[in-house]
């Protein structure tokens, strides 16, 4: 790949103002951001007359060290499986992971999705901890700053195992913290904070969150303007857990009833099970609604399909 920092570029055709049009210069700075956009920019230019450059694709929602379980998702299996047991070969992965590791396997990531035209991704962190309290956040700041992707960190708060449980399992021991503390740490993390690298908040889930630990970090990002995201429903036994607790609702209906005002700086990830009445009600709160197509499809039509694909490739072989 070339490098054209510090140079003035002219592709063929450029995105801008909603089509393609041409000669569009780019004046790139030293330090590889754009300087200025026009027809006009004085200096010699780099024809790239078969190229076509438009802008950077956002990843709004990764795990970046789940990249390592590639193949292990049990898919064609017994779809009430599949997530249960994927989650275990999870845990297992991050058990013993060390500093060093963990920023490695967010590198490989990372450096993925800059190949495929991914520039900005919303990494959903999880795993905070190795021999000190969120060591390993520094690790996926420093592993984006070292690719060169732009990276917002959404630091995420995991408090619990269970709708019914006060702490967590001992394989999400990396996981765990309680909202002060984590709260406490947000402020801290600031200080890393630069043009490329921005922080938001998320609380993993209902189920992993309590409704006083979601109420007060969303509390906390409304007051610092801080973009918060949250797993919805996206496993049956996730919705049939809440409603057996004593919540008696619906995850959905638990975070209508919790979370006031909502506003667009909500985002809920996944909602592959969420009824359309409560996707209406968020739509109409202007509430973001993050969909991951090839996870929401392969919990439900897709694995089906990709089945019967199958099925029919194997019958024409024989």
């Not at 740490?185 to 938001?200: P, Q, R």
């Not at 996707?279 to 991951?292: D, E, G, M, P, Y």
Request: charged share 25%; aromatic share 10%; net charge negative.
């Amino acid at each position: 790949m070339c490098d054209y920092r510090g140079k003035i570029v002219e592709p063929k055709l450029i995105w801008i103002n909603d089509k393609f049009e041409s000669g569009i210069k780019l004046k790139i700075s030293q330090n590889g951001t754009i300087e200025e956009i026009g027809g006009d920019i004085n200096g010699d230019s780099v024809e790239l007359l078969n190229f076509a450059l438009i802008p950077g694709f956002i990843n709004a929602h990764s795990h970046a060290f789940h990249r390592y379980l590639r193949g292990q998702s049990g898919i064609g299996c017994q779809e009430s499986d599949t997530f249960w047991k994927w989650r275990d070969a999870m845990y297992k992965l991050v058990e013993n992971i060390s500093y060093d590791s963990f920023k490695q396997l967010c590198k490989g990531t990372f450096e993925e999705m800059l190949n495929a035209g991914i520039t900005t991704v919303g990494e959903f962190h999880y795993v905070h901890h190795e021999n000190d309290r969120f060591d390993l956040d520094k690790a996926v700041i420093e592993a984006a700053q070292e690719v060169g992707i732009r990276l917002v960190l959404i630091e995420t708060l995991y408090s619990r195992s269970g709708f019914n449980a006060d702490t967590v399992n001992k394989e999400q021991k990396r996981f765990e913290s309680k909202a002060d503390e984590f709260i406490t740490h947000l402020k801290i993390l600031e200080k890393y904070t630069n043009l490329t690298t921005t922080i938001a908040v998320a609380a993993h889930s209902t189920r992993a969150v309590g409704t006083e630990g979601i109420q007060n970090l969303w509390k906390y990002a409304s007051e610092n303007n801080k973009p918060f995201h949250i797993h919805l429903e996206e496993q049956p036994k996730e919705i049939e857990d809440c409603i057996n607790s004593f919540h008696r609702l619906r995850p959905s209906e638990l975070l209508l009833d919790k979370i006031y005002p909502i506003t667009s700086k909500l985002t809920v990830v996944h909602c592959t099970y969420t009824l359309r009445e409560h996707l209406n009600v968020f739509s109409k709160k202007a509430v973001n609604i993050c969909i991951c197509p090839l996870t929401e499809g392969i919990k439900t039509k897709v694995l089906q399909i990709l089945k019967q694909i199958l099925q029919e490739l194997i019958a024409t072989i024989e």
